[in-house]
Structures are given as C-alpha cells and as structure tokens.
T-cell receptor, first 115, second 111 residues
Framework: DAGVIQSPRHEVTEMGQEVTLRCKPI?????LFWYRQTMMRGLELLIY????????DSGMPEDRFSAKMPNASFSTLKIQPSEPRDSAVYFC?????????????FGPGTRLTVL | GDSVTQMEGPVTLSEEAFLTINCTYT??????LFWYVQYPGEGLQLLLK?????DKGSNKGFEATYRKETTSFHLEKGSVQVSDSAVYFC??????????FGAGTRLTVKP
C-alpha cells in the first residue's frame, strides 16, 4: 500500500499566482481531509469529504481557497490568488470511514511558500 | 466546541528518562482519543488510540489511558530514546466525525 500520496512535495510561487495541491487517498478509504499546519496556528482542519461530497468546509479560511474531489481517488486544494500568509505545510489525510474508531492516515504534506 | 489542550513544549529529556505529556479534552458525547507523532519532514502517524473510558492505548512503549472522570489522555513512556524525538499531537474525534488536534508538543531526547 503506497499510503496517501500528495504532490507536489514543495511549491514555491509568487503572490497572486494560482496554486493547486493534489492528493490521492488510500484505495478504499471514503473520507478525505485537508489540513494546514503553521507554527503560529498549529494544525487546522480546512475541509473534509465523505464519499466525494464536501461535508464540512468551515475551516476554509477565505473564498480564495477551494477544494474538489471529482472521484474517490483524487482531490485538489486550490488557492487563487495566493498570498504570502498562505505559506504553510498542507496535509491530506484519508480514513476508511466516518465512525468514531477510524484513524486518519496522513500524507507527507506539501510545503507551500508564497513569496 | 470540542477542543484538546496539551502540555506546551518544548520538552527536552535525557535518554532513558521517563516521559509524560499531558492532554485534556473538552467534548460532548463520547469521543475517541488519539496520540499522533510527527517526525521531521513527515506527516502525522497514529501512535495509539482509545475509544472508550478506561481503555489503554499502547504502542512502541508509549501508553495513554482514557480517563473520563478527569477528561484526560496523558501520554507516557518509561524510558525514552533519541529516536523518539518528534512532535506529539493529542487529538479527539467526536460523534460528528470532527477531528480536533492539540497544538503539539515537541520532544527532544538527548543521548
């Protein structure tokens, strides 16, 4: 099992540019989560999907952020336009289901730097 | 809302020392509780979990007991190693499938 796959691992871009982060969850998992980690704010849940449907996007900071899950094996997190304060490590995680007992499996993260 | 509060770091210990990282939670209902570990440059990995009161989660010498009466889930290890140096996150997952993480505690173990 390859685990959760994220790409790119590192992204450096200039303010105002569009950024797209990608995630492939573990096969068979039906819940997917996007997190952002910064030194100041720690680990924040941005949005999660269940069976490809967005369930809770209350953590998405602004309209500049959007996430999609067109199928069970792929999700994107897009920032348009990007700003320096968006610099962070973005993690994708997947889970087998929505029950209380299902752990989340995290990807290696994408380190985003907006100049 | 539901939340997790964990011991502020950083924590620095010598090899073979005893480790405790405190974690308390606030939640409605009966959450599941987790400890995750993050090694440098990596994503979070589940270390251990407990799903109901008085359950003890254990893994790699680490233990934590779900204490409903004190709403706590403290992480302990009797003898830490240099390889345990990492950031440790306490977390809960409630009945709405919402996951809440603590701020993380950085542990450094010196030889």
């Amino acid at each position: 099992d390859a685990g959760v796959i994220q790409s790119p691992r590192h992204e450096v871009t200039e303010m105002g540019q569009e950024v797209t982060l990608r995630c492939k969850p573990i096969s068979g998992h039906n819940s997917l989560f996007w997190y952002r980690q910064t030194m100041m704010r720690g680990l924040e849940l941005l949005i999660y999907f269940n069976n490809n449907v967005p369930i809770d996007d209350s953590g998405m900071p602004e309209d500049r952020f959007s996430a999609k899950m067109p199928n069970a094996s792929f999700s994107t997190l897009k920032i348009q336009p990007s700003e320096p304060r968006d610099s962070a490590v973005y993690f994708c995680a997947s889970s087998p289901g929505t029950g209380d007992y299902n752990e989340q499996f995290f990807g290696p993260g994408t380190r985003l730097t907006v100049l | 809302g539901d939340s997790v509060t964990q011991m502020e770091g950083p924590v620095t210990l010598s090899e073979e020392a005893f480790l405790t990282i405190n974690c308390t939670y606030t939640a409605t209902g009966y959450p599941s509780l987790f400890w995750y570990v993050q090694y440098p440059g990596e994503g979070l990995q589940l270390l251990l979990k407990a799903t109901k009161a008085d359950d003890k989660g254990s893994n790699k010498g680490f233990e934590a007991t779900y204490r409903k009466e004190t709403t706590s889930f403290h992480l302990e290890k009797g003898s830490v190693q240099v390889s345990d140096s990492a950031v440790y996150f306490c977390a809960l997952r409630n009945n709405n499938n919402d996951m809440r993480f603590g701020a993380g505690t950085r542990l450094t173990v010196k030889p």
